[in-house]
């Protein structure tokens, strides 16, 4: 399509994936009013270039745009907390998983609560966060979020278990200095 | 990672589906899309991208409108919905005025002065709606509103007769929307009214009697210049008339529309 949408026709194949657009800006951003800013910006992004979707997945191609645009703001902001060219799938482990309690993935199931598992999550770096939010919570295919994330599948998977396993680390270390306080 | 790790991290999936946080879409982001994009698009020059596939589409499309048995590959599923879509638009109508009484915020700016309302919507729309103060002729101005209806922002005016109040939504003419032929005349027990003048066609709805929405339309009449044009059925206080200007070219979609909806399935999800 060489030519640019109208905005209704823009609207009607856009504003379905809105929810998600949020959730992810908003995961990412941490802030409701952030997100809502890098939402509309990503909207009106993808709306300018709309001639250059290839039509293959248009939410996918969506999702790509607001993601970039909350690592734009992101870094134009603040947050130290992620940004560097360096491949983070280059880093050895991260998490210690190593001095596992017994059965800890049901004590934590057991444990958790709303509030754990939000800050879990918002606690993990980025690169993290988002895939387990795209996998986890949009339950998207691991080629969406390849595509999402401009990285090979192979990589989507090895981050999410990277991700699951310092969640549960990171959850694990918060149980126990809850108990011991 | 030992399969130890795996099967724990196994855990996690259930643990995120169960407690993370899902965030609703915050009210009125949708509409500020809307209007940003609306924005842009005035913005850009549109060259001829916009306009010039619908001039080729308008005559396939009134062709279809004719010859009711005529099947064109892409155009017929199209036809089929016109009329859904017709009572699909008095419906959202018909919605945003229940909506706007349920939870009484019948007015985003409550005013009595046009003076104050129409500069409101004004900013927020970048067109400037009629507004009239007819409180001398039975129709006092309550106030404004915006909302969202065909995936657009819309300015509503609000007017209030006896103890009813009126919703007039208004769109320049010239504004690529989809305006029904044949609307209800009444809804779910409200009652609709369409009528153009002055450049802009308006939408009424209200719970108050048919013939007060046809006195309204003739206050409005009376105080804009009528617009004439072939686009346009001209005698506009027909108590029978409900649609007055119709475009089937706005309800086809366009070249770009339609080229979107060959993309496989997995581009809609």
Known sequence: MSNRISPREFERLALPHLEAAYSLARWLTHNETDAEDVVQNAYLRAYKYSSSFSGQNFRAWLLAIVRNAAYDWLRDNRMPELVSDIDVDELTDIADPAPLADDPETVLLRKADHGIVNDLLAGLPSHLREVLILRELQELSYREIADIIAVPIGTVMSRLSRARVQLLADGQRRLKEASHD | ?269
């Not at chain 2, 919507?121 to 101005?141: K, M, N, S, T, Y």
């Not at chain 2, 802009?200 to 210049?225: G, H, I, M, N, Y």
Request: charged fraction near 20%; charge should be positive.
């Open chain 2, 1 to 269: 990672m030992t399969s130890e790790d795996w099967l724990q991290a196994q855990a996690v999936g259930p643990l995120i589906r169960t407690y993370a946080r899902r965030d609703k879409v915050p009210p009125g982001l949708a509409e500020r899309i809307g209007v940003a994009l609306e924005a842009e698009a005035r913005q850009a020059p549109r060259t001829t991208a916009a306009f010039r596939p619908r001039r080729v589409w308008r005559p396939l499309a009134l062709a279809a409108s004719l010859l009711l048995t005529i099947s064109l590959a892409s155009g017929t599923t199209w036809f089929v919905t016109e009329s859904r879509q017709q009572t699909a638009f008095a419906d959202e109508l018909v919605a945003s005025y229940a909506r706007s009484r349920l939870t009484d915020h019948v007015t985003d700016i409550p005013s009595s002065d046009q003076h104050t309302v129409r500069p409101w919507l004004a900013a927020r729309l970048d067109i400037a709606p009629p507004v009239f103060d007819f409180a001398d002729r039975g129709f006092p101005l309550l106030g404004g509103r915006l909302d969202y209806v065909n995936h657009k922002v819309v300015g509503v005016t609000v007017y209030k007769r006896g103890l009813h109040v009126i919703n007039v939504f208004s769109w320049p003419v010239n504004q690529p929307f989809a305006l029904p032929a044949t609307t209800p005349a009444s809804l779910r027990g409200y009652n609709l009214r369409s009528w153009t003048a002055g450049g802009f066609t308006f939408w009424a709805v209200s719970d108050a009697d048919p013939k007060q929405l046809e006195k309204l339309e003739a206050r409005f009449c009376a105080a804009l210049p009528t617009r004439t044009s072939s686009l346009e059925k001209v005698p506009s206080r027909k108590p029978t008339s409900t649609a007055l200007y119709i475009d089937m070219a706005q309800l086809t979609p366009s070249p770009a529309a339609a080229e979107l909806r060959l993309l496989p399935p997995s581009a809609h999800e």
